[in-house]
């Protein structure tokens, strides 16, 4: 078997590796090469060394689209996993149609980006219409939309992973603590919470990176209305690149620092929140 596994391994890998250096590696490092680059196009790129950043760095829209996403990261991933995870307790206590609620509760990450801002747009417009305002009125509307859309779409997912880490703990520490007298809230923070570490990990580091780069959901409920204002990295990229004539080179600098961001600062979460795991 081993001798077996050893021949065809290079027949099998060589497809998946070869698609991985065209599609991904080789576009990646031409990226980051032409974030140094004057261009409209690959191959009409000119040296200018760090003249994109230095641009990237003085132009007011990225820095308020840094600052916008940064607290709605904060703000998405405090809420999303706070109710996830009780919705997740919940529904791990036995209660009548818990399956049914399960599914009711994931079926709106299924939904695509574009189609749920459309859908959210009509419903918060709709209900801000009666006091004379709209998402795009003011910029406190679109942010707190953008949370609404991103709890609606992701708290099902991440509460089906909350599930899977509270039914793993062993049933015997949970029967032990309580003859010892320990109450329910002494149970969650001692017993449940350390040994939920693992699915808190994965779904923080899920909400940081989605959050970070919400793209098409922000693009369709607000566009970044008003002016700019809430308009999020991701947005601010692609009307860099796409929308300002000879700033196709700050977009992609703006890119590869946002790759650098999100990579550490998911990096930065993993380590720690990894830190704090405990065996069951």
Known sequence: MQKSIKRYFPVFVLPTLAAFIIAFLVPFMMGIYISFCKF???????????????????????????????????????????TAFLLGLALTKGIKGTNLFRTVFFMP???????????????????????????????KYGFWGLVVLMNWQLIGYMMIIYIAGIQNIS?????????????????????????VMPSITICLFLTLTNSFKLFDQNLALTAGGPGKETQMLALDIYNTFYGRNGWEGVGQAKAVIFFILVAAIALLQLYFTRRREVEN
């Open 171 to 195: 049933p015997e520490l949970v029967e032990a603590a309580k003859i010892d007298g320990a109450t329910g809230l002494q149970i969650l923070r001692k017993i449940t919470i350390p040994l």
């Open 109 to 139: 990450n299924l939904i695509g980006g574009i189609v749920l801002g459309y859908i959210w747009q009509l419903i918060i417009n709709g209900v801000l219409k009666s006091y004379g305002v709209t998402l795009t009125s003011d910029a």
């Open 40 to 82: 409209t196009t690959v191959v009409n790129a000119d040296f200018v060394g760090l003249n994109n950043y230095i641009r990237m760095f003085r132009d007011k829209d990225f820095l308020h689209s840094l600052g916008f996403t940064a607290a709605f990261t904060v703000v998405s991933m405090v809420t999303v996993n706070v």
